[in-house]
């Protein structure tokens, strides 16, 4: 089946810095979203990105498909934005599940 | 904007028990699926369902476990008889297409099984 990898694991940052988080999937795919696991653990999506580039706030993502990956930006980082991020894609044969990545843990210091 | 609901937001249960997990998944929403994460770990796929019967279950989704829309509005997940490694929290998601659409996330349950 189809992988999802992210990177880094872990990123630790001091509040106002900007950051990149990277998801690369092994296979082509119909849908990829980002969400942010907040610390109650619920998941909030950000994005459903499965091409091109979004913006909302101080957040912006690109999915490149034809090279199979996508990146999250971060810009002027806060501590609430501190939690896990997931990618995750629905392959393009498949019947709609999500295959998540591992995630990426930010820790946003003040 | 339409939300997802779960209900309980937690739920502690005796090993042996039988659990209900509910969901109100969105009304235009055709397509419905559980997800587990143990704590720690990446969110993991059960069980998809569509047209009233399940589509896709993985390896996780054994005899233990079912899926049902009762009414039309409520989609459930039971868990006949928990085990201790059934801990996790339990997400439940809907969409209007399998691909070109996102999946909405309702909050989840955390279970705990003891």
């Known amino acids: 089946g189809i992988q999802v990898e992210q990177s880094p694991p872990d990123l630790i940052l001091q509040e106002g810095a900007n950051s990149t988080l990277r998801c690369n999937f092994s296979d082509s795919v119909n849908n990829l979203q980002w969400f942010h696991q907040n610390p109650w653990g619920q998941l909030i999506n950000l994005f459903y990105i499965p091409s091109g580039t979004k913006q909302n706030g101080r957040l912006s993502a690109t999915t490149v498909a034809t090279e199979r990956y996508s990146l999250l930006y971060i810009s002027s980082s806060q501590t609430t934005d501190s939690g896990v991020y997931f990618c995750a894609v629905v392959g393009s044969s498949n019947t709609g599940k999500l295959i998540f990545g591992q995630g990426t843990t930010l820790q946003v210091k003040p | 904007e339409p939300e997802v609901t779960q209900t309980p937001s937690h739920q502690v249960t005796q090993m042996g028990q039988e659990v209900i997990l509910r969901c109100v998944p969105i009304s235009n929403h055709l397509y419905f699926y559980w997800y587990r994460q143990i704590l720690g770990q990446k969110v993991e796929f059960l069980v998809s369902?569509?047209?009233?019967?399940?589509?896709?279950k993985s390896e996780i989704f054994d005899d233990q476990f079912s899926v049902e829309r009762p009414d039309g509005s409520n989609f459930t997940l039971k868990i006949r008889s928990t085990k201790l490694e059934d801990s996790a929290m339990y997400f439940c998601?809907?969409?209007?297409?399998?691909?070109?659409?996102?999946?909405?996330f309702g909050s989840g349950t955390r279970l705990t099984v003891v």
């Open positions: 369902f569509y047209n009233n019967e399940i589509s896709e």
């Open positions: 998601a809907s969409s209007r297409r399998t691909s070109g659409m996102e999946n909405t």
